[in-house]
């Protein structure tokens, strides 16, 4: 396991980083996994064991219960939570009550005291804003996020599912006040979904702000169960259930076929091949993962064991590339003989 520095804190964080949206199963939350304390227990200790020291939850996962069941598995396996890098969020809907969503300063302060309390911790050492919040002004968004930060709630804040020129505009408004900023951002980025490529991870790597993918299998779409003559799992898998996050599927299962050619080659599977696209990518610092049993997790893992070719990575770079959106294509045009040699 390599461990990568969060942006430019000085945090090492594995490049693996431990999510744990299947713990508790409650609402909807069990299409995407339900699992109880002692399996909780289990996957944390392998995980830990494996070389992982960021672990990632967030409120809304399981309205609670993720982040509860987190914090008796610290507990249970006495772990040292000096060599832990938590990390939850902020912003989803936790209850029917109007004030009980959001990014207002009521919301994060009163959400925040109570992840710590499901927690049984102090502090988090990382709290995400988990999305936009339309009305709620971004300088007092940034403002209460100093304010955590200057009390002791969490150490950095870091942002999720925002576009670039509204982190942009944060990022601006807290150097001019003298503020915390963001140190991470958290985005959906696979193989299949390279959308972050155009805007986000630019911005993440000029800013040098820590960058981690979400659903790097898009939602286990690229887990190797799905082919075309194959579009149900059959096995009770997220995604026979819960089909998120969007994939063009028919793009999808050319980049799939490829990586069963690359994932044969070196022996490995399907899904460990997907990861390893992912932790390939310049830029990324930790890379999210799922498990809902050992097998799972130890694939994962394994992945972090794969070296790709020049030449793997290109047909798997050329099997998923799309054109290049507008703004993008007319810089690439107009900019392409300002660098003359090879650019960031």
Not at 65 to 71: D, K, R, V
Not at 255 to 268: L, P, Y
Not at 327 to 342: A, I, L, Y
Request: glycine fraction near 8%; charge should be negative.
């Amino acid at each position: 396991m390599i461990y990568n520095t969060l942006g430019n804190t000085g945090l090492l964080v594995s490049e693996l980083c431990f999510g744990t949206m299947t713990f508790g199963g409650d609402g909807y939350w069990k299409a995407i996994g339900e699992q109880p304390q002692d399996v909780a227990d289990a996957l944390i200790k392998q995980s830990v064991e494996g070389g992982i020291n960021f672990i990632d939850t967030a409120n809304i996962y399981s309205y609670g219960m993720s982040e509860e069941i987190l914090g008796n598995s610290i507990r249970n396996l006495e772990l040292d939570r000096d060599e832990l890098v938590i990390a939850t969020k902020v912003r989803g809907m936790m209850g029917p009550q109007p004030n009980n969503q959001g990014l207002s300063r009521y919301h994060i302060f009163n959400s925040m005291e109570k992840s710590l309390d499901r927690l049984q911790l102090d502090h988090v050492d990382l709290l995400y804003v988990h999305g936009v919040d339309s009305i709620t002004p971004v300088k007092e968004i940034m403002r209460t996020l100093n304010d955590l930060v200057e009390a002791g709630y969490t150490r950095y804040v870091g942002v999720c599912n925002w576009p670039a020129w509204m982190v942009a505009k944060a990022q601006t408004i807290a150097e001019y006040e003298g503020w915390h900023g963001f140190k991470a951002m958290q985005y959906y980025y696979s193989v299949a979904g390279r959308d972050a490529e155009q805007e986000v991870l630019p911005l993440a790597r000029k800013e040098e702000l820590g960058f981690m993918p979400w659903s790097p299998l898009a939602g286990g779409f690229l887990s190797g169960k799905y082919t075309r003559d194959n579009e149900k799992a059959g096995d009770n898998s997220r995604r026979d259930n819960f089909d998120f996050p969007p994939v063009d599927k028919e793009y999808a299962y050319d980049i799939i076929d490829k990586m069963q050619e690359i994932a044969t080659k070196h022996d490995v599977t399907v899904a460990e091949i997907a990861l390893a696209w992912v932790r390939h990518q310049h830029g990324v610092t930790s890379t999210i993962i799922g498990a809902k049993n050992a097998e799972q997790l130890a694939s994962n893992l394994r992945s972090v064991e794969i070296e790709l070719s020049d030449e793997d990575l290109k047909v798997l770079n050329d099997v998923s590339d799309k054109p290049t959106p507008y703004p993008g294509w007319m810089v690439e045009r107009q900019d392409s003989n300002r660098f003359p040699h090879e650019r960031d």
